[in-house]
């Protein structure tokens, strides 16, 4: 159906020129925007001065609930953009304050207005869905889709979703190098006597010391795993599986070393900041400034080209568009382009530029444009397919551009922007670029990455070949602690026990009472010591204990799991993260914290209630 038009001045507005149109365009944006400015500086000086005293420990002023939102979204179209953190956030921390003095119903009020500026920021959508959670069915059920509603916008977010899968693989990558750490010193420490018996019976197996000696000279984490060399051939089946593991995980963590060094290094990349503030529509009190400039990256320029077309400066834009075309026809350019030539009022090449995209590829936005350009020359009924055609393939989207449409240059036609998952690509493209690649490759290998590879395969292929060579060395009685092998016994136990124990479980009457007293003594003595040095290395290091005494696959899930949570409170305490994303960054600290607290805590209890019990 038709859309009559709503006023004299519309009526008038319809039957006028290009030109003219495209004139009284832009005498009305800056009509609105000036009108904005005069209406909202208090706001922003009040958003400005909450952030200071934020910053310098004093209590944040209060703002007005009858803060117009309304205006702010005006504001906010006008300007092109999506979100309007300063005012969302100082919305957010008053919805907080009153919820936590129990004005719930104004809390909800506050998170709502704030949701309503920043639709992308998950903290209001978090936070009313803390309101709603009770023991009641209804408001738990509600508050579980209130939830759902606010992971999805987390995962939408670049930021909070960049960040946090950022810190929590840094903690991992953290925790799996010092666990790694920990547990071959823990495995050479009860080797080591092993190996020093073996030495004191051949002197030749001291020569083995020269492969870790060498490795060294390659990477400390390389001479690392290249100090078990000498004591492969004692370990048990379990320990050889978690040592393969490691070479594995010291392998693919080389390759991945350029996403730890993103990750690392995106927080100080201004460029990525200004990329991601202008294609999420963010506001934060600069919007007229420059956010990037003139760069060889297409990303680059294709956001660029949309800071300077919302500015209206659409000759810049059309020439940043141009030159991302030199590649190839990229849709969303030709989309962008066509939105500048409606700037200048040359409807006819904006009509083309739009039809060019639509047939690379089917856009939401080229089609809602076209329908905006049909309404506009009074083609309602070409407007009205193209719209549902829009509709069909993004309706999230046109629900979104119908909410701002309106008469100015940023409200009445819609330019694409580059999608989280191109945002993501982009911060990983960057990463070549960051100092911290290097020193975070030093610290593992002194050698490239290539070349680690290649010496990790040679470090397996060495201990294949020693194995094959050297075959069984010494064995630890597992009930008195003593050390023998083929030359001080003609016959090793199976069960790594040697023959005077044996004697004591099986071959009674070969021995005298009070040898036999001795020896239970014995291996009473040597249990205590051993129940001792367990919970010492529990204490220490949870799973340490565990590894110690041969528990090797649950001593390294506990180990890996308390290092994880232990690093990652230490990076969320640490790791700058934006103002917006404070809260969850509290929240998340306090679950690892709690991690730790648990994991610690189950391993200390179950050793010194039970594990010592099990020895016997």
Not at 161 to 181: N, P, R
Not at 376 to 393: G, L, P, Q, T
Request: proline share 3%; glycine share 6%; aromatic share 14%.
């Amino acid at each position: 159906m038709a859309r009559r038009p709503e006023s004299v001045i519309e009526k008038i507005w319809l039957i006028m020129d290009k030109r003219g149109i495209a004139l009284i365009r832009k005498i009305k944006s800056l009509l609105t925007l000036i009108a904005c400015m005069t209406l909202l500086g208090p706001v922003q000086v009040y958003a400005e001065e909450d952030a200071t005293r934020a910053a310098s420990g004093g209590d944040a002023p209060s703002i007005e609930l009858e803060l117009d939102i309304n205006k702010l979204s005006e504001y906010r179209a006008e300007l092109g953009l999506k979100n309007l953190l300063p005012y969302s956030m100082v919305l957010l921390d008053e919805g907080i304050k009153a919820y936590e003095a129990g004005r719930k119903e104004e809390a909800v009020s506050l998170f709502k207005g704030s949701k309503e500026l920043s639709p992308d920021l998950p903290s209001p959508l978090f936070q009313i869905a803390k309101t709603n959670i009770s023991i009641y069915p209804s408001k738990l059920n509600k508050a579980a889709g209130q939830m759902l509603d606010a992971w999805k916008t987390f995962r939408g977010n670049f930021w909070w979703s960049f960040q946090t899968a950022g810190t929590f693989f840094i903690s991992l990558f953290v925790a799996l190098h010092i666990s790694i750490f920990i547990i071959i010193l823990t495995l050479i420490a009860s080797k080591f006597r092993l190996y020093v018996h073996d030495i004191m019976e051949d002197k030749r197996k001291l020569y083995l010391l020269a492969a870790p000696a060498l490795f060294i000279f390659f990477g400390p984490v390389f001479g690392m795993a290249g100090f078990i060399l000498p004591f492969w051939i004692y370990l048990n089946k379990r320990e050889r599986i978690v040592m393969y593991s490691a070479v594995g995980f010291f392998v693919s963590f080389v390759l991945l070393l350029p996403v730890l060094s993103s990750f690392v290094g995106a927080s100080s990349d201004k460029t990525l900041h200004d990329v991601v503030k202008i294609n999420e529509g963010i506001y934060s009190g600069r919007v007229h400034e420059s956010a990037v400039g003139d760069d060889s990256n297409n990303n680059v320029l294709f956001s660029y080209a949309i800071d300077q077309r919302r500015k209206g400066h659409y000759e810049d834009a059309i020439r940043l568009y141009n030159e991302i075309l030199k590649d190839g026809d990229d849709p969303k350019s030709l989309n962008n382009i066509a939105n500048s030539y409606v700037g200048l009022g040359e409807y006819d090449e904006a009509l083309s530029y739009y039809k060019k995209a639509l047939s690379k590829t089917k856009l939401a936005s080229a089609n809602f444009n076209i329908s905006q350009l049909f309404r506009e020359v009074m083609k309602f009924r070409d407007a009205e397919k193209y719209y549902d055609a829009a509709n069909d393939i993004d309706p999230e989207k046109v629900a979104f551009y119908s909410s701002v449409k309106g008469l100015s240059a940023n409200r009445f036609v819609m330019d694409d922007t580059l999608a989280i998952d191109d945002l993501w690509r982009f911060a990983f493209e960057r990463s070549p670029l960051y100092e911290s690649s290097k020193s975070l490759g030093r610290i593992r290998s002194f050698s490239s990455r290539e070349f680690l590879v290649f010496l990790f395969i040679l470090l397996i292929a060495a201990i294949f070949v020693y194995q094959k060579q050297v075959g069984y060395g010494a064995y630890c009685c597992r009930r008195c602690g003593g050390i023998y092998c083929s030359s001080c016994e003609k016959r090793l136990s199976h069960e790594e026990v040697c023959l005077t124990c044996f004697k004591t479980l099986v071959k009674v009457s070969e021995m005298g009472a009070r040898e036999r007293i001795e020896r239970i003594l014995e291996i009473q003595r040597h249990r205590d010591n051993k129940n001792m040095r367990l919970k010492a290395l529990t204490l220490l290091f949870p799973g340490a204990g565990h590894i110690y005494y041969g528990w090797t696959l649950q001593g390294t899930a506990i180990l890996v799991t308390f290092a994880f949570f232990l690093f990652s409170a230490l990076f969320w305490s640490n790791m700058p993260v934006p103002e917006a994303m404070n809260h969850m960054a509290s929240f998340f600290l306090k679950v690892s914290v709690v991690g730790f607290i648990i994991v610690y805590s189950i391993s200390v209890i179950s050793v010194f209630r039970g594990t010592p019990k099990r020895w016997r």
